[in-house]
């Protein structure tokens, strides 16, 4: 489960939970509606571990953003999947390293992009965008973000919980290569995934009692450490390779990890 939303059409719905509004519930935010909160409640309930991981998640997405701005020489960045804006987003994070950074955020979810115009706002010295789009909407999202990022340099492709509202039908990999292709050599891609191999049974109970109640399109489908290994294909995997969120990276403000987290994440380059 997470803060990113992904697919379907972005026609406002309250009455269903949707999965930015779910995540914003589980950070305790007000951003939400009874579905949203229901839906968060008994998926927790099913799965402890889901709040210290969204949390763990977000941590993650902060010391990739990092690690890419300090080490990497990243000064753009494609967010997708941004979900209802918290501390330290994307931009936040890379601004204080380098003022001049851009980024263009995508998100499907109407309540987003109201939410984005407001908090979203850049530095005087920086840029950001924002678009409403759905993942599998990859040529609509590359020509809306050349207005702002320049796809010749190396970007840092963000995908931090959100590939799992893709199926198998729609061929995640498959938006991740063309995602990629499009890209400058160089590039980085940030992502994360909940995991159908760690809590198997908790995160199977998790997650239908969270599809029970997700708005169209907005179901989620944990996958394996293999199967998240592979939306790397094409990129040079960074250590620590695909691992636990707290293993990847840890910072001393993180403090101790709580216990076995059903996500994994990596950081791959493209060659």
């Known amino acids: 489960m997470s803060e990113r939303s992904a697919g379907g059409t972005a026609a406002f719905n309250s009455s269903m939970a949707h999965p930015a509004r779910v995540y914003n519930t589980w950070l305790g935010g007000k951003d939400n509606y009874p579905a949203d909160r229901e ?71 109407p309540i987003v992009l109201a939410h984005a115009r407001a908090l979203l706002v850049s530095n005087a010295e920086g840029a950001t965008d924002y678009l409403q789009a759905d993942l599998r909407d990859v040529d609509d999202i590359l020509t809306a973000a050349r207005r702002t990022l320049d796809l010749s340099q190396p970007v840092g492709l963000m995908l931090v919980a959100v590939l799992q509202y893709i199926p ?14 499009a890209l400058a050599p160089g ?39 293999a199967e998240v290994t592979r939306f790397f294909d094409g990129a040079e995997l960074l250590d620590p390779g695909v691992v636990q969120l707290p293993e990847w990276h840890p910072e001393p403000a993180d403090g101790p990890a709580p216990g076995a987290l059903p996500m994994w994440c990596g950081v791959g380059r493209k060659p």
Do not use: W
């Open 39 to 109: 839906a968060a409640e008994l998926a927790a309930a099913a799965n402890p571990q889901i709040v210290p991981a969204v949390r763990a998640n977000r941590a993650f997405l902060g010391r990739a953003v990092r690690q890419l701005v300090g080490k990497a020489g990243i000064r753009q960045f494609l967010d997708i999947g941004t979900g209802i804006p918290a501390a330290d987003n994307t931009h936040e994070v890379a601004q204080r390293a380098d003022p001049g950074a851009r980024v263009v955020y995508v998100d499907n979810d």
């Open 168 to 181: 198998d039908v729609d061929d995640p990999r498959d938006i991740v290569r063309r995602l990629l292709d």
């Open 187 to 225: 590039s980085h891609v940030v992502l994360s995934h909940p995991a159908a191999d760690i809590g198997a049974e908790k995160v199977a109970e998790s997650m239908r009692v969270y599809n029970d109640r997700a708005a169209e399109h907005a179901g989620a489908t944990p996958r394996t450490h």
